[in-house]
């Protein structure tokens, strides 16, 4: 697998990769909003191609003050290749090399088991704190959209 950084030509695989690997794309992963973050980041949302076909995504950000990384996903038919280790590495030293103190990402519970695929890169839970988020806009933000 060949890592690059994504462009929005890319903006359909990665749609269909996050589909087909289980991620819920809401309304902030329509074209306008994913051209948002990745203005903001270019250099940390990372795709990973198998020749043509893109098979990995993970998009980072870093707020200048903590990292996050969102959507991580590798295609169902290239798991447990290592792809997944290879994107989050690739994704670290970007982090690094940006000196960013601390990288946030968020599990839902639905999703327990991939804890332990962070586990054995490193990750720590955070039994600490408790997390909750706040919608500014109702007509904004939308689950399960239909992109
Ligand atoms: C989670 C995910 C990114 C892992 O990618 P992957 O390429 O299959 O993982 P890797 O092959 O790099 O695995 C690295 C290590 O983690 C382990 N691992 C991978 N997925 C695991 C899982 N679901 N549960 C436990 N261990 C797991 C591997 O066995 C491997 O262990 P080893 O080093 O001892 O051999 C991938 O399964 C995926 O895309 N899942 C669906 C989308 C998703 O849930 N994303 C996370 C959103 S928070």
Redesign the pocket.
Known sequence: MKIELFTMRYYHDIINL?KR???EVSSSDTQDEIAKILKRNPDLFLIGKEGENVV?VGIGAFDGRRGY?H??????D???????????DDLIERFRKKKVHKVH????KH?E??????K??GWDIRDDLIMMSFVPDKSLYKRDVEI
Do not use: R
């Open positions: 996050w690997s289980g991620i990995a990384v959507h991580l996903a590798i295609d169902p290239y798991q447990k290749k290592k792809y997944g280790k290879m994107m989050m990402l968020f599990i839902e999703n088991e991939v804890v332990d695929f962070y054995k890169l």
